[in-house]
């Protein structure tokens, strides 16, 4: 059986995605940003071939248009580590990662699948103090996130408590977006608001 890569993404609808980053660009830009982060993890993932991709979207129904190659599964209900729990659980071998870190890559996830070779779980830190990526082998707790503290800088930690039995082990730290900051320093702007120019082909078409 393959290994497989889950994507966790919200549709790219104009006001849902993105909001805190929105708060600092607008709706607008950061509706083509996250779209065109999105399309562009999904078209590199799949060029890799050694691995199944799966976009996990929400709302489950949202109509999007899939790359050639990628499959798709509802989100489901329930607060993000239950949503994620119920998209790890379908897979004997996994790695689940957001789309808004725009330096993870292919690269990332063969490094992640190498690793649990020898480990149970397999975590990518974010700067902030959460996680951008995890990949579980077979042996994981029955309760992979316990009361982790989403979307805080105790998000990590706190779900490594569930894994202090399990052996685990690491891929390179990167950053997300979250603010105009972040998003300026992803394109290599001198000024954090300048509007980026996001090529139409990047865009992830929804229909």
């Given amino acids: ?48 071939r050694r691995f199944d991709v799966v976009l996990a979207m929400t709302p489950d129904r949202a109509r999007f248009r899939l790359p050639a190659g990628a ?8 607060d993000l580590g239950a949503r994620m729990a119920g998209a790890l659980r379908r897979f004997r071998r996994v790695a689940l990662l957001g789309c808004d870190i725009p330096e993870a890559g292919a690269a990332d996830v063969r490094a992640a699948f190498r690793l649990l070779g020898s480990a ?10 959460g996680y951008w990526l995890i990949a579980l082998g077979p042996r994981r707790p029955s309760d992979l996130f316990g009361a982790s503290r989403w979307s805080t800088e105790h998000a990590l930690a706190d779900t490594l408590r569930q894994f202090a039995h399990r052996r685990v082990a690491f891929i390179r730290r990167l950053a997300d977006v979250d603010t105009a900051a972040d998003y300026g320093r992803s394109r290599g702007l001198a000024h954090p608001a300048q509007p980026i120019r996001v090529a139409q082909r990047d865009i992830a078409a929804v229909e």
């Fill in 71 to 78: 499959r798709r599964i509802p989100q489901g209900r329930g």
């Fill in 1 to 48: 059986m393959r290994d497989t890569v889950v994507v966790f993404a919200r549709a790219p609808r104009l006001g849902t995605v993105k909001r805190r980053l929105a708060r600092d660009i607008g709706d607008r830009a950061a509706l083509r940003f996250h779209a065109a982060t999105l399309g562009s993890l999904l078209r590199r993932l799949l060029a890799c």
């Fill in 120 to 129: 149970d779980a397999v975590f990518g830190p974010a700067e902030d103090g």
